[in-house]
């Protein structure tokens, strides 16, 4: 009898110690190259028809043909909810189908909460109230838990969860207390779901030594984005001060003169500076991803970079370079990726004249390893 009672303990103890470090074991939930789906469940005011015609099965059909092995699917609280909290269904419908059809594709998906009404990325003020209300972060909770009612049929290796996009808190342990309590939210109901878990203010390179990470849960996947030198990857872009650059931009070395700094816009100058003296080249990128290679070392857990790319107009010369050397230094530390974006401003296919519009970006970023090379 006190044989079985110490079996009995022990087999308790176990399973204990399992659930609350994640279930089981670790899925098989392996991703190395993607792209995002992006403004159409998110950042998006399409609606019926228009919206239903956006992704359809052709768009996962061409990702599986090209090599790509997953997608990140942003999602709004406002395409799913009402004000009042009621479900849209329609959006809901099409995610699900989404999901069935990169399954079909041989495609695994991270469904990542973009843009919710407590906080939005955009807003770096006191208008994202998710860090200060208690009620805000049960509200977050809350949509995890009505998305984990919909998705847990799915299997654990085909799709993942990403707890926010770009959270701006104005104290990074204040992310790490959101992470908490989302994390123990979730696991009490899915105990082995793979979590995608960023770093605060943009999901950074900088800031990621400062996420605190669950401990002992091996189905959690680290994040963050990329976008540096802005001056490239957002060269023209209407919403930045650097957008507003007209001059000449050198990469790899050192990216503007001082002759061009001189003729820039006095109001961006102060943006410029860096540019005049740092050195972007593939040994910078490698350098600023530095802490988040050590993070995930640290933890024993996969790293990801969820957005990264160049904005549409910028000359493909130069974007072109860049690409070569992320996708380079994204191999040497077996880092997955997930393009910004699929068919928008930064995207390389074309939905409306259903062509590519940037092929030679597509053979850059497929030149690099795939799944499991």
């Given at each position: 009898?006190?044989?079985?009672?110490?079996?009995?303990?022990?087999?308790?103890?176990?399973?204990?110690?399992?659930?609350?470090?994640?279930?089981?074991?670790?899925?098989?939930?392996n991703?190395?190259r993607?792209?995002?789906?992006?403004?159409?469940?998110?950042q998006?005011?399409?609606?019926g028809e228009?919206?239903?015609l956006?992704?359809?099965?052709?768009?996962?059909?061409?990702?599986?043909?090209?090599?790509?092995?997953?997608?990140?699917?942003?999602?709004?609280?406002?395409?799913?909810?009402d004000?009042?909290?009621?479900?849209?269904?329609?959006?809901?419908?099409?995610?699900?189908?989404?999901?069935?059809?990169?399954?079909?594709?041989?495609?695994?998906?991270?469904?990542?909460?973009?843009?919710?009404?407590?906080?939005?990325?955009i807003?770096?003020d006191?208008?994202?109230?998710?860090?200060?209300?208690?009620?805000?972060?049960?509200?977050?909770?809350?949509?995890?838990?009505?998305?984990?009612?919909v998705?847990?049929?799915?299997?654990?290796?085909?799709?993942?969860?990403?707890?926010?996009?770009?959270?701006?808190?104005?104290?990074?342990?204040?992310?790490n207390?959101?992470?908490?309590?989302?994390?123990?939210?979730?696991?009490a109901?899915?105990?082995?779901?793979?979590?995608?878990?960023g770093?605060?203010r943009?999901?950074?390179?900088?800031?990621?030594?400062y996420?605190?990470?669950?401990?002992?849960?091996?189905n959690i996947?680290?994040?963050?984005?990329?976008?540096?030198?802005?001056?490239?990857?957002h060269r023209?872009?209407?919403?930045?001060p650097?957008?507003?650059?007209?001059?000449?931009v050198?990469?790899?070395?050192?990216?503007?003169?001082?002759?061009?700094?001189?003729?820039?816009?006095?109001?961006?100058?102060?943006?410029?500076?860096?540019?005049?003296?740092?050195?972007?080249d593939?040994?910078?990128?490698?350098?600023?991803?530095?802490d988040?290679?050590?993070?995930a070392?640290?933890y024993?857990?996969?790293?990801?970079?969820?957005?990264?790319?160049?904005?549409?107009?910028v000359?493909?010369?130069?974007?072109?370079k860049?690409?070569?050397?992320?996708?380079?230094?994204?191999?040497e530390?077996d880092?997955?990726?997930?393009?910004?974006?699929?068919?928008g401003?930064?995207?390389?296919y074309?939905?409306?004249?259903?062509?590519?519009?940037?092929?030679?970006?597509?053979?850059?970023l497929?030149?690099?390893?795939?799944?499991?090379?």
């Amino acid at each position: 009898m006190k044989k079985f009672l110490y079996l009995f303990a022990f087999v308790a103890l176990t399973m204990s110690t399992l659930i609350s470090c994640g279930g089981n074991g670790v899925n098989n939930f392996n991703i190395k190259r993607g792209t995002n789906l992006s403004h159409w469940l998110s950042q998006s005011r399409q609606v019926g028809e228009q919206r239903r015609l956006h992704i359809q099965e052709d768009d996962f059909e061409r990702l599986e043909q090209l090599g790509f092995d997953f997608v990140r699917i942003p999602i709004d609280e406002v395409q799913f909810w009402d004000e009042d909290g009621n479900k849209l269904p329609e959006a809901w419908d099409l995610l699900t189908n989404a999901i069935n059809l990169a399954e079909k594709h041989h495609l695994r998906v991270v469904v990542d909460l973009h843009i919710i009404r407590s906080h939005r990325f955009i807003d770096n003020d006191n208008s994202n109230t998710l860090f200060t209300s208690e009620e805000s972060q049960q509200g977050l909770i809350n949509l995890w838990y009505q998305l984990s009612d919909v998705l847990k049929g799915y299997s654990n290796d085909s799709v993942a969860y990403e707890f926010m996009n770009e959270p701006v808190a104005p104290e990074h342990e204040q992310w790490n207390v959101v992470v908490e309590k989302v994390h123990k939210a979730l696991r009490a109901v899915e105990p082995q779901r793979t979590l995608v878990i960023g770093s605060n203010r943009w999901q950074d390179y900088e800031t990621i030594k400062y996420l605190r990470v669950p401990e002992g849960d091996k189905n959690i996947i680290l994040s963050f984005h990329y976008y540096h030198p802005m001056i490239i990857t957002h060269r023209g872009a209407f919403w930045t001060p650097l957008g507003r650059y007209k001059g000449n931009v050198n990469y790899p070395g050192v990216l503007i003169t001082q002759e061009d700094y001189d003729a820039a816009p006095d109001e961006i100058k102060e943006d410029l500076k860096p540019f005049l003296t740092q050195v972007w080249d593939k040994n910078k990128i490698r350098e600023d991803f530095k802490d988040a290679i050590a993070a995930a070392k640290k933890y024993g857990l996969q790293l990801f970079c969820g957005e990264w790319g160049v904005y549409e107009p910028v000359e493909r010369d130069l974007a072109y370079k860049w690409y070569k050397d992320m996708i380079e230094v994204f191999d040497e530390f077996d880092i997955a990726w997930t393009t910004w974006c699929y068919d928008g401003d930064f995207g390389f296919y074309d939905q409306r004249t259903e062509s590519y519009k940037d092929k030679p970006l597509v053979d850059i970023l497929m030149s690099g390893k795939a799944l499991g090379e």
